[in-house]
């Protein structure tokens, strides 16, 4: 696997959805096409943003099949291979290996509540053990917000001594400054990407690697802009533009708005389709968040 | 399907694993005929304390195919089809309803939070539709501490509005009263199980139907005693009985601490075994929890 090209500009893809409600995998290959060559360094297929927990393991598999048949580099995709089951964790992980793609990431698993480090280790462990292949490479998925079971820079700490170079870095998605700090100095040989985009400059600054982020599906030359730092009058104007467009978000079911926006850009209601148990914006809803993209409009150049 | 029999005492079963960390289905199936014989009235697989999200559909599968195929009546058993992604639990569904179980026990998907009843709703609808029997009977499973998507009431009757006799009841794992008596007042025709072996008697005496619960893995006498409530001084002591041993469990985890118990009662050392994310009890709390056990031995009778 390719875990030192995870660095810099990754989206968190959106996952298109045909009028049967399936993953629509040609227009996820176009998407991450676009979206590389409008300057991103890879895709991460499968995050929250792809909605990835609401497919089974059999669709995951057989959409990043389609999309590398298509011509993505494997190098340029990370693959979400989180699950509750072990089994099915070490099933993806075993077919993103055999893919060679640039890294996974990993969800703990998260139905139980409470979980102890040990918990955390022994999970992570098992997938990194059954893999089977000693180039394996890990991010670790921190979201609290979503799996309610956090990776602590303890349990991060362990596994990296356990498993070495298998456990490459942290997706961090607290949305907390005071987060990544703790993941930099307890573990200054991981790479740590941000899911916050608002927090990219400042994590660039003190030696984060980039960015896993959504917001990057429909602004991908601002989030580039970020990662980039060209000046610093440059970077201060694309970061209250991003600050802005993360407004429009406030108060919204991110993945809907998302996809709404992406419809609105790419004049195709394919991307207004969600899988349940998300819900598609309401035409109000859609009205509202099309306008207000319209008002960002220079987000959008 | 039978879901008329799910009434009284149901038993949310543990799942004993083997050595190499596998379902132990011939123990499972054991364990399911012990209970029934100690006067249980049926067995409910992979719930919560049946570590079933910690399985994957292949396993779960095979599992119930194995207990049914060692003798255990369908009618008697109810399995939990929950999953984050639909397709998962359409086939665990399916699967159920060609059992010919007496029920299933289904989680809303509980990756994503703050979702909306619609989308609760939708995903439930999804799956009776899906289901392809007009026979097939689900109890909704309302367990926000785990799942941290609750069942509303509002969504509990609108699916009751659609879909008739395919919605069930609910299986009320919130351990909180107002709840219990919210979805008793809002949904009259559904029967509603508690997980709180504590309020048991209270909710028969309120039009509850029964119990799911852990508990009565290892005291199916004193939760049968529960249930039939054979005049108030037995019954007082039973309720007594129960408290106690609730009180066992406070802020030790509950799927570690029942099967430490289970490996006492049984002699059988093959109980101790959780799956990750779970941990076993170390060996001091092992000590801890069998003494405290001891000490309630009037409960085992």
């Given at each position: 696997m390719h875990a030192d090209?995870?660095?810099?500009?990754?989206?968190?893809?959106?996952?298109?959805?045909?009028?049967?409600?399936?993953?629509?995998?040609?227009?996820?290959?176009?998407?991450?096409r676009a979206l590389l060559m409008a300057g991103c360094d890879g895709v991460t297929l499968?995050?929250?943003?792809?909605?990835?927990?609401?497919?089974?393991?059999?669709?995951?598999?057989?959409a990043l099949d389609a999309v590398l048949a298509a011509g993505i580099a494997p190098e340029r995709v990370v693959?979400?291979?989180?699950?509750?089951?072990?089994?099915?964790a070490v099933e993806l992980t075993r077919h993103a290996v055999r893919c060679d793609v640039a890294a996974t990431l990993l969800?703990?698993?998260?139905?139980?509540?409470?979980?102890?480090?040990?918990?955390?280790?022994?999970?992570?462990?098992?997938?990194?053990e059954a893999a089977g292949d000693p180039g394996v490479r890990i991010f670790l998925y921190h979201i609290p917000s979503m799996s309610a079971?956090?990776?602590?820079?303890?349990?991060?700490?362990?596994?990296?001594?356990?498993?070495?170079?298998?456990?490459?870095?942290?997706?961090?998605?607290?949305?907390?400054?005071?987060?990544?700090?703790?993941?930099?100095?307890?573990?200054?040989?991981?790479?740590?990407?941000?899911?916050?985009?608002?927090?990219l400059v400042r994590a660039l600054n003190e030696g984060g690697a980039g960015t896993i982020c959504g917001l990057s599906n429909v602004a991908p030359a601002l989030i580039r802009?970020?990662?980039?730092?060209?000046?610093?009058?440059?970077?201060?104007k694309s970061q209250r533009e991003i600050e802005r467009l993360v407004k429009l978000f406030a108060g919204r079911p991110f993945v809907a708005t998302l996809k709404t926006i992406m419809a609105?850009?790419?004049?195709?209601?394919?991307?207004?389709?969600?899988?349940?148990?998300?819900?598609?914006?309401?035409?109000?809803?859609?009205?509202?968040?099309?306008?207000?993209?319209?008002?960002l409009s220079r987000v959008a150049a």
């Amino acid at each position: 696997m390719h875990a030192d090209r995870v660095r810099g500009l990754w989206v968190a893809t959106l996952t298109p959805i045909d009028g049967a409600g399936q993953i629509d995998a040609a227009r996820l290959a176009q998407h991450c096409r676009a979206l590389l060559m409008a300057g991103c360094d890879g895709v991460t297929l499968f995050g929250t943003t792809g909605e990835g927990q609401s497919f089974s393991v059999a669709e995951r598999i057989a959409a990043l099949d389609a999309v590398l048949a298509a011509g993505i580099a494997p190098e340029r995709v990370v693959v979400g291979t989180g699950a509750t089951a072990l089994p099915d964790a070490v099933e993806l992980t075993r077919h993103a290996v055999r893919c060679d793609v640039a890294a996974t990431l990993l969800l703990p698993p998260f139905y139980f509540k409470d979980v102890a480090d040990a918990g955390v280790v022994a999970a992570v462990g098992n997938v990194v053990e059954a893999a089977g292949d000693p180039g394996v490479r890990i991010f670790l998925y921190h979201i609290p917000s979503m799996s309610a079971v956090p990776i602590s820079p303890a349990a991060a700490a362990e596994l990296r001594r356990r498993y070495g170079p298998a456990i490459a870095g942290i997706k961090d998605s607290s949305l907390d400054w005071a987060t990544f700090a703790r993941f930099r100095a307890h573990l200054p040989d991981l790479a740590i990407l941000v899911g916050d985009e608002t927090l990219l400059v400042r994590a660039l600054n003190e030696g984060g690697a980039g960015t896993i982020c959504g917001l990057s599906n429909v602004a991908p030359a601002l989030i580039r802009a970020l990662c980039d730092r060209r000046g610093a009058a440059e970077t201060a104007k694309s970061q209250r533009e991003i600050e802005r467009l993360v407004k429009l978000f406030a108060g919204r079911p991110f993945v809907a708005t998302l996809k709404t926006i992406m419809a609105e850009i790419s004049g195709d209601p394919t991307w207004l389709a969600v899988r349940a148990p998300l819900v598609a914006a309401s035409e109000a809803e859609r009205r509202a968040i099309v306008e207000a993209w319209r008002g960002l409009s220079r987000v959008a150049a």
